[in-house]
């Protein structure tokens, strides 16, 4: 009977032993898959700005007009909007002096 004891006390032993082994190997592989998880989500929010930039560097280039068979009021109009930029010939009411 002595032995059988021993031997029942013994494999609770090595039972509590175990089940430490195996919490600690899900702490590990928990804290590895959270760490893989942060890095794949700074690598998204990386390139989600990267593309944001691009996007909002792509809405400040000039865009250039084309002349089309109005040539010349489109000259006419963009001789008249740089003299009101400039100031010269407009009064404060918006009409030419």
């Known amino acids: 009977m002595d032995v059988l004891k021993k031997l ?5 032993n090595r039972v509590e ?13 928990v804290a ?25 560097a792509a809405m400040t280039k000039p865009v250039s007009v084309k002349e089309t068979k109005r040539e ?3 000259r006419g109009r963009e001789k008249e909007r740089s003299d009101e930029e400039d100031g010269e ?3 404060y009411t918006g009409s030419k002096t």
């Not at 029942?8 to 609770?12: C, L, R």
């Not at 032993?17 to 592989?29: D, P």
């Not at 794949?40 to 593309?51: H, L, Q, R, T, Y």
Request: proline letters at 0%; aromatic letters at 2%; zero cysteines.
């Open 17 to 29: 032993e175990v089940e430490g082994e195996r919490e600690s190997e899900t702490e590990v592989t």
């Open 32 to 56: 590895t898959l959270n760490a893989e998880m942060l890095k794949n989500m700074s690598e998204m929010a990386k390139a989600e700005a990267d593309a944001a930039g691009k996007n909002a």
């Open 8 to 12: 029942e006390a013994g494999n609770e």
């Open 89 to 91: 010939g407009v009064s």
């Open 72 to 74: 010349g009021k489109w």
